[in-house]
């Protein structure tokens, strides 16, 4: 497991080179985010199927949504998507808070389960409600949304403090464009970081219903 896990951060290294960002992923058991029979494969750089047809984001994916965050230690987060917590994780490593929220209960249960049971005492998991993200407690100073939405939400730019950081997949319902937003005083900035394909995120401000999940691959680059 010790060798997979090195090669693994070699080779996110070769993308990757924010040493805090490197530091995280190696410290978080990426094997205690997947399910039993998917052990042996914790520390392959490529989603997992975590159940309830999601999965866990690509190793590499996760590395380069948390780098453009550019997080210092003193950011309230929110991530749209706990799935199996495994960014919640790397994003309690970097920042002083993380919110996540995840519109499957059974998934944001074992989830917060599992941060517990690692100490993470400095993320709260939520049940989505039924506006998108968690306007109760922003502003949020980065925004990380680990789903896909046909553009940039107009409610989580509002859940956005000012001189705040959202990445987000931006595309159609199998492939995207991983977005960088940044919210400064003279408006919104976008830049986009590469091609991905996560799964669709569902609900307000996603696709219509009807337009459902069909390939759903998880986070691939
Ligand atoms: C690719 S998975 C997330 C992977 C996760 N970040 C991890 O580290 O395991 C996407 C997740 O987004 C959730 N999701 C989809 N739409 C959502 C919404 N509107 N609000 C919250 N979660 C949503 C799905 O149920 C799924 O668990």
Not at 9 to 24: F, K, M, Q
Not at 29 to 36: C, D, I, L, N
Not at 133 to 147: F, K, L, R, S
Request: hydrophobic share 40%; charged share 25%; with cysteine.
């Amino acid at each position: 497991m010790r060798a997979a896990r090195d090669a693994l951060l070699a080779e996110i290294r070769a993308t990757v080179r924010d040493e805090r960002v490197l530091a995280a992923m190696a410290r978080v058991p990426r094997e205690r985010f997947v399910p039993p029979d998917l052990v042996p494969y914790a520390y392959e750089n490529r989603p997992l199927p975590i159940g309830y047809g999601q999965t866990i984001s690509q190793p590499l994916i996760v590395a380069i949504m948390t780098e453009a965050l550019r997080l210092e230690g003193t950011e309230k987060v929110l991530e749209v998507g706990t799935g199996s917590g495994y960014q919640a994780a790397i994003l309690a490593e970097l920042a002083r808070e993380v919110v996540t929220v995840e519109r499957l209960p059974e998934l944001a249960r074992r989830a917060a389960r599992t941060l517990a049971e690692l100490g993470y005492a400095n993320v709260r998991v939520y049940v989505a409600g039924e506006a998108l993200g968690w306007p109760q407690e922003a502003p949020y100073d980065a925004i990380v949304v680990t789903a896909a939405a046909p553009r940039v939400p107009p409610s989580l730019l509002e859940q956005l403090g000012e001189g705040g950081r959202m990445v987000i997949p931006v595309g159609g319902r199998d492939l995207q464009e991983l977005v960088l937003v940044e919210k400064g005083p003279r408006g919104v900035r976008k830049r986009n970081l590469g091609p991905c394909g996560f799964v669709p995120l569902i609900g307000p401000e996603a696709w219509p219903p009807g337009h459902g999940p069909k390939g759903q691959n998880g986070a691939e680059r």
